[in-house]
Each structure stands twice: as C-alpha cells, then as structure tokens.
C-alpha cells in the first residue's frame, strides 16, 4: 500500500533536548512538506522541499532544521531553540510542477515537552 | 499574505440533517481550494478539491462549492451520520516563488448525535 508513514506516534522531548520525527513516503512524490498544528488552529508550514538535496523555509522555521538526502525520506528536527515544541506534527507529499494534485498526509507525531 | 477563516468553530447536529460549513480566503488569486477531514490524533484526509475554474465539486453525500470573486467556499454534507463527526478544514493554494503552498484554516469541528 503506497502512503506516508510518520514515526514515532508519541514523543517526549527534555530541556535542550534535540528530538528527531521521521518522515518516509513511497508514493513516488517529489515534493513534502512538514507542518505544525496546535489545538484548535488551522496547519502552519514549518519546511518543505520540492527535490532531493533542496528545502525552503516555510512560515514557522525558526528553531526546526530539516535534511532532504533521498527522494522517500524527510526528516525533521525541533531543535533545544525552539522554545515551545508542544503541538501534533504532520507530515505530507505531492507531485511537483502539478497544482491541483492534492496533497497526501501521514498520521502524524504529537510531541511534549517533559 | 493569504488568510483563511471557517465559521462556525464548532457544529453540532442530530443525526439525518443536512449542514453547511462555510470557508472564506482572503486573496481570490488561489489555484484551487480542498476540503480536508481530520479525525482525533490523525492525518488529513482530502475530501474534495475544487480548481479555481469550477463552481463545485460533488462525492457522494459531499458538495463543495467556490465563489473565488468574493473568497468563499462553502461544503454541504446532505443526511449526516455519526460517522461524519470530524474536523473539517478548507485550505487554499497559493504560490510562493516557484512552490505551491497550502493555506489552512482552523477547521470546524463537527459533532452529529444519533
């Protein structure tokens, strides 16, 4: 079954921890995104890449670094500067270069402080 | 920069109505508009995405409709179910340098008693 597989499900972060959420798809996507989603708001856009070896800032990137080094994989970290990590993370894909592809989510990571 | 606002934030509805959730967008240069369903502690599932060419889109007991000359969208889900209690969120596309991007709004949530 193609699809995006996000792990772990939970995850608990220390004081000036560096925690990492994983982030794998296999539906043959070029572009994924990560997002940040905190109780009852809408998604806002953390990073995201559109090939191998390239990512751009979206709106929310402070104290988050990514890396894109395969096509499946795109990881994210919450780095010890990001002073409020609490919220559910959501990751997603799509075809590049087609704007009304829809985009394609995992079930996501909820992570807390400890 | 786009903003994305859905009304009511809450719905509760008895089993068999028909109901409206209603999506405005600040910005009408959008490329298409989805509708997306979040269940507690999931992803996002895309239910219908409307191009900016077409007035509605229809699935099943599912019909959207987008008037981008004035930023509204509007779902209308016909005979609701249980099953149907949810979040629902409306996002439009927009670009940003040579990426699409989602914009998202806080969702409604949705309740129907049986």
């Known amino acids: 079954d193609g699809g995006i597989t996000q792990s772990p499900k939970y995850l608990f972060r220390k004081e000036g921890q560096n925690v990492t959420l994983s982030c794998e798809q296999n539906l043959n996507h070029d572009a994924m995104y990560w997002y940040r989603q905190d109780p009852g708001q809408g998604l806002r856009l953390i990073y995201y890449s559109q090939i191998v070896n390239d990512f751009q800032k979206g709106d929310i990137a402070e104290g988050y670094s990514v890396s894109r080094e395969k096509k499946e994989s795109f990881p994210l970290t919450v780095t010890s500067a990001q002073k409020n990590p609490t919220a559910f993370y959501l990751c997603?894909?799509?075809?590049?270069?087609?704007?009304?592809?829809?985009?394609?989510f995992g079930d996501g990571t909820r992570l807390s402080i400890l | 920069k786009q903003e994305v606002t859905q009304i009511p934030a809450a719905l509760s509805v008895p089993e068999g109505e028909n109901l409206v959730l209603n999506c405005s967008f600040t910005d009408s240069a959008i490329y298409n508009l989805q509708w997306f369903r979040q269940d507690p502690g999931k992803g996002l599932t895309s239910l219908l995405l409307?191009?900016?060419?077409?007035r509605e889109q229809t699935s099943g007991r599912l019909n959207a409709s987008l008037d981008k000359s004035s930023g509204r969208s509007t779902l209308y889900i016909a005979a609701s179910q249980p099953g149907d209690s949810a979040t629902y969120l409306c996002a439009v596309t927009t670009t940003s340098g040579s990426a699409r991007q989602l914009t998202f709004g806080s969702g409604t949530q949705l309740t129907v008693l049986p």
């Open positions: 409307i191009q900016s060419s077409q």
């Open positions: 997603a894909s799509s075809f590049q270069g087609f704007f009304n592809q829809p985009q394609h």
